[in-house]
T-cell receptor, first 117, second 113 residues
Framework: GAVVSQHPSWVICKSGTSVKIECRSL??????MFWYRQFPKQSLMLMAT?????????EQGVEKDKFLINHASLTLSTLTVTSAHPEDSSFYIC?????????????FGEGSRLTVL | AQSVTQLDSQVPVFEEAPVELRCNYS??????LFWYVQYPNQGLQLLLK??????LVKGINGFEAEFNKSQTSFHLRKPSVHISDTAEYFC???????????FGIGTKLQVIP
């Protein structure tokens, strides 16, 4: 149980375009989802916390107008990278917490590799 | 504040040899501790977790970890590694007061045939 699916796994786009990444909880309801960015050979950097039905909470230094997060249902959160530039190229990973469990255990999606040309 | 330190960025080890990946944490409140594994171009998969109870925690793929409160450590061990264990391993901590999961920088385990 507790499966999180992310789509697409790979995406290549031109500079200036927008890209949407979806994160779905397949067998549970996720009131809270988290979006991370991972640079090569580095750890995960929390970008934002996405709460169903409310605005996302962004970490310091993350541009909320550039990284739009929408959590419209209990099983889907989306991250849209707007007007993407080469420096936005990265591995983006979403995770979800099972509702009602406050142990910090996270279930991760497979990740999405974004390459901006 | 809460932090997680993984002391080794890379650990090479021969196949069938034992391995220990070190993790130390700091937190002013009680924490829950986790080890995750990441294979290339994939998300993270939970190996094991310590929430409470026995300080020796067994996880998947033959891994285990021991929570040591006095040394604020949660080292990951496996008595005999396999080639398929080659991956990046992340230690993580969570406390209800801080409400966020903090990850270590990761340790790359390289199993040598």
């Amino acid at each position: 149980g507790a499966v999180v699916s992310q789509h697409p796994s790979w995406v290549i786009c031109k500079s200036g375009t927008s890209v949407k990444i979806e994160c779905r909880s397949l067998d549970f309801q996720a009131t809270t989802m988290f979006w991370y960015r991972q640079f090569p050979k580095q750890s995960l950097m929390l970008m934002a916390t996405s709460n169903e039905g409310s605005k996302a909470t962004y970490e310091q230094g993350v541009e909320k107008d550039k990284f739009l997060i929408n959590h419209a249902s209990l099983t889907l959160s989306t991250l849209t990278v707007t007007s993407a530039h080469p420096e936005d190229s990265s591995f983006y990973i979403c995770s979800a917490r099972v509702g009602g469990r406050n142990t910090g255990e996270l279930f991760f999606g497979e990740g999405s590799r974004l390459t901006v040309l | 504040a809460q932090s997680v330190t993984q002391l080794d960025s890379q650990v090479p080890v021969f196949e069938e040899a034992p391995v220990e990946l070190r993790c130390n944490y700091s937190s002013s409140v009680s924490v829950y501790l986790f080890w995750y594994v990441q294979y290339p171009n994939q998300g993270l998969q939970l190996l094991l977790k310590y929430l409470s109870g026995s300080t020796l925690v067994k996880g998947i793929n033959g891994f285990e970890a021991e929570f040591n409160k006095s040394q604020t450590s949660f080292h990951l061990r496996k008595p005999s590694v396999h080639i398929s264990d080659t991956a990046e391993y992340f230690c993580a901590a969570y406390s209800g007061g801080y409400q966020k999961v903090t990850f270590g920088i990761g340790t790359k385990l390289q199993v040598i045939p």
